[in-house]
């Protein structure tokens, strides 16, 4: 008996459960509304919406969703606008989805940490901010300038303008860090506890800000101070460490009283930049670039080779500056920073 022969004929074909056929078209959800997200937590998102309400006044308020499953594993982070269908009420125990994310204007990005992963996997932190905020103390704990470098290069690669607001004045003076800077043409506001608000308060009118510093500073003081009805716990600094306890556990986007937002991130201690490019961490130091002409093609400013030296060595900029961009390069490269 010879191995029986199967052609097409044997093939079982089963029969389709139901009569509508696949396709990848998604809905448009033209009825969706535009919310922008001000929280963010495990895979909830808090939206606040505007719908038309009675004698067709607008009315505002804050809704949970859930991402659709057709966005797969794009991102929401909080400053997103997105797109919103179904129950947009706000009440208690409802539940609707994010069905689009909106393009964005920028994206505050920021590597894991430098001495622990080297992956470059970009970490978001806000979306459509256009402002960032470097809170740092100028006492206890003192002022980490690396640490403001970095965020800077981070705030260069995302096309977002910068604000150094240097806290706790009555302990130290400004002077000595506000002179670091001033070749960066860096703004900065000092504040001190209990102080006028004012000039930043100004800074912020109608604009998004995101405000990042490590614990410690005071930058849940400002938020409350800023915005009554906030109610961020406040952290003390250690005084065998110097460092502060980490007392924000998200970021979170507060409506400003006079117009604008400003959005809380956690403290935090490290700011990876292996995301952002030999280019980029260079163009944040407009005082050196000039400098680098002529230096050998492919140069990681790094090298004895580079023509740097020679450049600062001539008076044309401060060694100090000099010194932070190569700490910067070197931490992007893998190479630990040290306390």
Same mark, same amino acid.
């Given at each position: %008996?010879?191995? #029986?022969?199967?052609?097409?004929?044997?093939?079982?074909?089963?029969?389709?459960? *139901?009569?509508?056929? +696949?396709?990848? @078209?998604?809905?448009?959800?033209?009825?969706?509304? /535009?919310?922008?997200?001000?929280?963010?937590?495990?895979?909830?998102?808090?939206?606040?919406?505007?719908?038309?309400?009675?004698?067709?006044?607008?009315?505002?308020?804050?809704?949970?969703? %859930?991402?659709?499953? /057709?966005?797969? +594993?794009?991102?929401?982070?909080?400053?997103? +606008?997105?797109? @919103?269908? *179904?129950?947009?009420?706000?009440?208690?125990?409802?539940?609707?989805?994010?069905?689009?994310? /909106?393009?964005?204007?920028?994206?505050?990005? +920021?590597?894991?940490?430098?001495?622990?992963?080297?992956?470059? @996997?970009?970490?978001?932190?806000?979306?459509?901010?256009?402002?960032?905020?470097i809170v740092t103390a100028l006492a206890d704990p003192p002022p980490r300038p690396r640490m403001i470098d970095r965020i800077l290069v981070a705030a260069f690669d995302?096309?977002?303008?910068?604000?150094?607001?240097?806290?706790?004045?009555?302990?130290?003076?400004?002077?000595?860090?506000?002179?670091?800077?001033?070749p960066l043409g860096v703004p900065y506001v000092v504040m001190q506890k209990g102080g006028e608000l004012e000039e930043l308060r100004e800074h912020l009118a109608g604009? @998004?800000?995101?405000?990042?510093?490590?614990?410690?500073?005071?930058?849940?003081?400002?938020?409350?101070?800023?915005?009554?009805? !906030?109610?961020?716990?406040?952290?003390?600094?250690?005084?065998?460490?110097? #460092?502060?306890?980490?007392?924000?556990?998200?970021?979170?986007?507060?409506?400003?009283p006079e117009g604008g937002w400003i959005i809380d991130t956690p403290g935090v201690r490290s700011f990876g930049l292996a995301h952002v490019s030999v280019e980029t961490?260079? !163009?944040?130091?407009?005082?050196?670039?000039?400098?680098?002409?002529?230096?050998?093609?492919?140069?990681?400013?790094?090298?004895?080779?580079?023509?740097?030296?020679?450049?600062?060595?001539?008076?044309?900029?401060?060694?100090?500056?000099?010194?932070?961009?190569?700490?910067?390069?070197?931490?992007?490269?893998?190479?630990?920073?040290?306390?």
């Amino acid at each position: %008996m010879r191995k #029986r022969e199967y052609d097409e004929d044997d093939v079982r074909i089963r029969p389709s459960k *139901g009569s509508r056929p +696949r396709t990848r @078209i998604r809905p448009a959800h033209e009825d969706a509304v /535009e919310g922008f997200v001000v929280a963010v937590d495990r895979g909830r998102y808090t939206c606040l919406v505007e719908t038309a309400g009675r004698k067709k006044k607008r009315e505002r308020q804050l809704v949970t969703a %859930m991402k659709a499953r /057709e966005l797969g +594993r794009k991102g929401i982070v909080v400053g997103d +606008r997105v797109a @919103i269908v *179904g129950d947009v009420t706000g009440q208690a125990d409802t539940l609707a989805r994010v069905v689009r994310v /909106e393009p964005r204007t920028s994206m505050l990005r +920021r590597s894991a940490d430098d001495t622990e992963d080297t992956d470059g @996997i970009e970490r978001p932190i806000v979306a459509n901010a256009d402002q960032l905020v470097i809170v740092t103390a100028l006492a206890d704990p003192p002022p980490r300038p690396r640490m403001i470098d970095r965020i800077l290069v981070a705030a260069f690669d995302a096309e977002i303008d910068s604000l150094l607001c240097l806290t706790k004045s009555d302990l130290a003076p400004p002077a000595e860090l506000v002179a670091l800077y001033e070749p960066l043409g860096v703004p900065y506001v000092v504040m001190q506890k209990g102080g006028e608000l004012e000039e930043l308060r100004e800074h912020l009118a109608g604009r @998004i800000s995101v405000l990042v510093g490590h614990s410690g500073v005071g930058k849940s003081t400002l938020v409350n101070a800023l915005v009554p009805d !906030a109610n961020r716990a406040v952290s003390h600094v250690n005084a065998v460490t110097g #460092r502060g306890r980490h007392t924000s556990s998200s970021a979170v986007a507060l409506e400003l009283p006079e117009g604008g937002w400003i959005i809380d991130t956690p403290g935090v201690r490290s700011f990876g930049l292996a995301h952002v490019s030999v280019e980029t961490v260079l !163009a944040s130091f407009p005082d050196l670039v000039e400098g680098t002409v002529d230096c050998p093609k492919g140069c990681n400013h790094l090298d004895e080779d580079c023509a740097l030296d020679a450049w600062v060595a001539a008076g044309h900029a401060d060694p100090a500056r000099l010194a932070s961009l190569r700490r910067l390069l070197s931490i992007r490269e893998g190479s630990p920073e040290p306390e």
